[in-house]
């Protein structure tokens, strides 16, 4: 157990659980938000290392995966260095030419039959953390995880 953990556990058990509800309530969520956040800002990290892993291959890199991802050029790129195949893409840079590249991107993994659930083009053209973080590990699901054989 971490020191945070141990000093959040040492201030629940001095909380008076006879407290209001709503008090020991907003205190655990409170906790729970701050493991939640430091949990999603470690997979950003090694998402980000794995994606730049295989950018490198293609002289492309991302800082931050959120938002490096937007305009579909480097998922298109990921994908592109994963499969070996060659996909099309926008090269204007308003909205319309982003969504559209993230849209390429999106219908090779369907083609590819990769089950993406309620992950859109434009979710991932607006940066969205949680579906951009659900979107990479459904990549390194396919393209990385599935490629280890088990002896059995």
């Known amino acids: 157990m971490d020191k945070a953990m141990e000093e959040d556990l040492d201030y629940y ?4 659980m006879d407290a209001a509800p709503e008090v020991v309530t907003a205190l655990y969520e409170e906790t729970v938000g701050r493991y939640r956040d430091e949990r999603d800002q470690v997979q950003k990290k090694t998402f980000t290392k794995w994606v730049n892993k295989h950018l490198n291959k293609v ?3 991302v800082e931050d995966l959120y938002m490096d991802l937007r305009d579909g050029h480097n998922l298109i790129s990921l994908l592109e260095v994963l499969s070996g195949e ?3 893409r926008e090269k204007g840079h308003m909205r319309f030419h982003r969504l559209q590249n993230c849209q390429i991107a999106l219908d090779f993994l369907k083609y590819k039959h990769i089950k993406l659930v309620n992950i859109r083009n434009i979710d991932i053209a607006d940066g969205n953390p949680k ?3 659900g979107l ?3 990549i390194i699901l396919h393209f990385q995880i599935s ?6």
């Not at 058990?13 to 008076?16: E, G, K, P, V």
């Not at 490629?147 to 059995?152: A, H, K, S």
């Open 13 to 16: 058990t001095a909380i008076d």
């Open 86 to 88: 060659t996909l099309p």
């Open 136 to 138: 990479i590990w459904t």
């Open 131 to 133: 579906l951009t973080l």
């Open 147 to 152: 490629d280890i054989i088990v002896p059995g």
């Open 59 to 61: 002289r492309r890199h």
